[in-house]
Structure formats: structure tokens, C-alpha cells
């Protein structure tokens, strides 16, 4: 009774696992199909966890199925393995605090394709990773000494306006900066660039929901470190059981 248990219990769990797999493949292809994701790493990345994952539970069933001791042991040894990466970074997730959970995505942001940064600007309807801060800003408008008495904001855009395309105008909905017609500053135009539409960092979009995310991304994990480590344990009863089945007859 124990033995047929174990048995089903390990093919059912490796049933689970390739239907995890075969989603995560699905939906990052599909992402990437539909220009969700422009960054080939990311959606690569996905797929190539989810085929692990696949080879994994195909690994698992099979040995489960065929009672094939070493492939069991094998499944074993990988499942360990992905225990102990999957709870450690699992843990870090649901520990790591608000300015760590900023300084990492600083760091990934500052990795990030053109594409990808542009992806989350237009989604989130903001530019670059903070907003514009220091002497030339003071939280809507930038001063008149922002650029230089003789520097034009249009056709020669600081690195604090890194979303202005060139345009005179705040109607065309992408800048960080426009000309709001106050002042005799560049030409053409006659104002000083203040806040527009992009003008919030896209950090301040995120903030509300990293730490969601981080606590989220580590819950899940626990729940599937766990699950692996039943796999490790009913694996290990199933080889235990076959080696006695094996001494008996």
C-alpha cells in the first residue's frame, strides 16, 4: 500500500512540475510574440527555466514509472540542488529591506536594454529611474540656471531630461520637460523647462508595489522550495521500497 502510494504521489508531483513548466514556456513565448517583453534575455530567461523544469519532472516520472534507481537518484540530487538556490533566494526575498530592495533594482535597471527601459517608461509613464532632484529642480520646475543662460533645453537636453525628444510642446505626452512659456530663456520657446508628463521617476512607480512583489516572489518560492523538498523525500521512499521489494524476491 505504502509502495503504490509513494509511487503515485512522486508521479503526481512530477505531473505538477510539467505543468508548471509548460506554462512558464507558453507564457514568456507568448509575451515575447505580443512585444511585451522587447528584452530576449528576459523572456529567454523564463523559457530556459521553464525547459529545466521540464527535463526535470520528465526525469523524475520516468524513473518513478520505470523504477529505475539511478535516474531516481539523479532527480534526487538535482532537486536538492534547486531546494537549497529556490529557500535561500526565497528568504532573502521576504527579508530584504525597502532600501535594498532599491539599491537591487538600481543595479538591474542599470543593466537594461534601450528597449527594456523604454518598455517600462511607456508603461509606467515615467522617465529614468528617479525623478530629477538638486539645485536646478525644485520638485515642479526647473530653475533658470538649469542649463546655462545660452543652452537650449529643446536641441540640447541635460542628462536630467532624459525622455524630451526635441519638441516645444507638452501636448505630445512623452517628455519629461516642456517649456511653459514664462521666461525669456532658449530658443525656440520662451520658457524654462518644467515637469511634464514623464517627469516622475519611474522608481516612484514602483516603489508601491516592489515590496508586493518581493514578498509575493518569496512566498511562492517557499511554497515550491517545499514542494521539492517532498520530491526529495517521497523519491527517497520509492528508491527504499524498491530496494526491499528487490531483496525479497
Not at 65 to 93: E, G, R
Not at 100 to 117: F, G, M, N, P, T
Not at 184 to 208: F, H, I, N, Q, V
Amino acid at each position: 500500500m505504502t509502495y503504490a502510494v509513494t509511487k503515485n504521489s512522486l508521479k503526481a508531483l512530477n505531473v505538477f512540475y510539467l505543468v508548471v513548466s509548460i506554462i512558464l514556456i507558453a507564457v514568456a513565448g507568448a509575451a515575447k510574440g505580443m512585444a511585451k517583453l522587447s528584452s530576449a534575455a528576459v523572456a529567454g530567461g523564463v523559457i530556459a527555466c521553464g525547459v529545466f523544469l521540464l527535463l526535470v519532472s520528465v526525469l523524475g516520472f520516468i524513473g518513478a514509472h520505470k523504477h529505475h534507481q539511478v535516474m531516481l537518484f539523479i532527480y534526487m540530487i538535482v532537486l536538492a540542488l534547486i531546494f537549497i538556490i529556490q529557500f535561500s533566494v526565497s528568504v532573502a526575498c521576504l527579508s530584504v529591506t525597502g532600501g535594498q530592495q532599491r539599491d537591487l533594482v538600481r543595479e538591474a535597471w542599470i543593466q537594461l536594454s534601450a528597449d527594456s527601459r523604454a518598455d517600462i517608461q511607456n508603461w509606467g509613464t515615467c522617465c529614468g529611474f528617479d525623478a530629477p532632484t538638486g539645485a536646478y529642480y525644485n520638485g515642479t520646475v526647473f530653475t533658470a540656471n538649469y542649463l546655462g543662460p545660452s543652452e537650449n533645453v529643446h536641441t540640447n537636453p541635460h542628462q536630467r531630461c532624459p525622455c524630451s525628444d526635441g519638441s516645444n510642446s507638452a501636448a505630445t505626452g512623452n517628455l519629461v520637460c516642456h517649456d511653459d512659456g514664462s521666461g525669456t530663456e532658449g530658443t525656440p520657446g520662451s520658457g524654462y523647462p518644467t515637469r511634464g508628463p514623464k517627469g516622475k521617476g519611474c522608481m516612484a512607480k514602483l516603489e508601491d508595489d516592489l515590496d508586493k512583489g518581493f514578498k509575493a516572489a518569496g512566498g511562492v518560492g517557499l511554497f515550491f522550495s517545499f514542494t521539492e523538498l517532498i520530491g526529495i523525500v517521497a523519491a527517497a521512499r520509492f528508491r527504499t521500497s524498491l530496494k526491499q521489494e528487490a531483496n525479497y524476491a
